[in-house]
């Protein structure tokens, strides 16, 4: 049974500009991820997937394996299960296909592990992606999608609605490669509470300082004190 971890990690961002090579409380936002699959201990493969020399200089000093990113897949048009069906196709020896982002910098490593264990340890399941719970009053396109406006529940009674966090997938060889997807027809969720769940990928979740340095958005100052700065 080998599996291996993709790690990509685009220089960048046209959303939060340079976003992976900023500085997160004394560390590149791209370490943390990588810390975390090093401790974590799980892959027998780990592959950084990058377009940055800075970026591929630090892979090969955790001794991950390199990929340089080809530049159609560096575009904004290009999104998780391209990078990952490319990814199995260029390594197609590996039973489990994980992929992790550098945009989620506080996924603990237990999670990891778990995630990594009751995928390839279980028949019940085809793939795996981390998730959060939400008990909220939820519309769309004009109309409520979970409760009656008429008929208020508690917010504890309701079901809740599940929220990929977008920071850890996993799928079999065999799923991968039918569905065309990072997420297979039995998929394990393993949620997550919101602060592992954060995740920065637009301007709304990054607050500009007077000074210059981007701390995360109010939403999450509540949850811990963080201040990004600009090297």
Known sequence: MKT?????????????????????NGKKLYEYICEHV???????DVYIDTNSDEILDYAKKMGFNLIHRKPELAKKTANGNDLLIYHSELYPNYDYYFQLFATAPYMQT??????????????????CFTATENRGFY???????????????????????IEETTGLYGISKESLK?????????????????????????????CYEKNGSISLSCEWKTASVVIWCNQ
């Open 178 to 206: 039918k569905y065309k997807c990072r997420i297979g027809r039995k998929p394990y969720m393993h949620i997550v509470n919101k602060f592992e769940a954060i995740d920065i990928n637009t301007e709304q979740e990054v």
């Open 38 to 44: 090093k401790e974590a201990n799980v892959f027998d």
């Open 4 to 24: 291996a971890c993709f790690i990509p990690i685009k220089m960048n961002s046209e959303r939060v500009p340079g976003k992976n090579l900023r500085v997160l």
């Open 110 to 127: 237990n999670t990891i592990r778990e995630c990594y264990t009751k995928l390839i340890s279980s028949e019940e399941y085809d793939s």
């Open 139 to 161: 519309w769309l396109l004009g109309q409520p999608v979970n409760y009656r406006p008429g008929i208020l529940p508690r917010s504890q009674d309701m079901e809740p609605l």
